[in-house]
DNA sequence: GTAAACTCTAGTAAAAAGATAGGATAATAA
DNA sequence: TTATTATCCTATCTTTTTACTAGAGTTTAC
């Protein structure tokens, strides 16, 4: 399952990406028109920021805005930061690769067989969808 | 992350898949070649077998066994028996499909557009492994 | 009829998810 | 400078899910 914060990150993004200017934007705005609760949708905008994806500014007329430009970011990136690992098994993750302390060979786990094209196909799509291209 | 249910589920179809004859195998020795609890593995082994894909044999000599040729089993069950629906969002689900109720338009929906591609390429590995396939 | 093995219901502990509270900090405008 | 606005940050709380356990019941082989 996705997760709530995955799913009102991704809307808070699309919600940026589809203004045409990139002055900043309350939070408070964000979370009315894709009826998120504010207090959650703080914190979330708030890793993104500091991962990078969105800049802020405080004070009267301040808000979140997109630093890139939505075309130039990948779907990859967004979800290992507001989902976590792409792989379902830390055995055939890329990025936050473990061995299973339960499992004696990987070369012949079935599991992590199947999880490998899982993680794969998965992946491609993340790959090939920018921002841009979800809106 | 797939859950701990699955895995076994998956580890305990392909110990029953690897043998030679269909003879029942006992709940205590599937655990103690898998590194399961054996308590956990008789519920998982009692929803594989309500749902078709095991049989099983009380009394001394029982156990479980595989009904169908492993070949015959595509992951696709097994996974929606085990794991649950394959979208990661109840909105793009085939056989669990419900509304998101704070998403007013699934055709103008970011997270929608992208769900569904990651669903589609999921389905094609689950439809293309069979039981047999990741042994 | 007894031991072996699955069946079934219930329950529990730990972790994760989802959400909330409230003050600190910084920027702006008067 | 002061009041206002809005993000920043830490801590806490509730609910749900996950992983696992207990124990009595039922069926079968011998």
Redesign the interface.
Known sequence: ??SKKT?YG??AL?YLARRKDRSPVQIAEIARH???SQKFLESILLTLRKNGYLGSRKGKGGGYYLIKDPAEIP?TGVMRVLE??IA??PCVSLNFYETCD??PDEATC??H???L??RD??L???RN?SLAD??
Do not use: F, H, R, W
Request: hydrophobic fraction near 50%; glycine fraction near 4%.
């Open positions: 399952m996705l799913k991704l809307k699309t894709e009826n998120i779907m976590g690992p379902m098994v339960d499992c079935s599991v067989k199947l999880m094209q899982v196909s998965a491609e799509v993340y969808n979800i809106i």
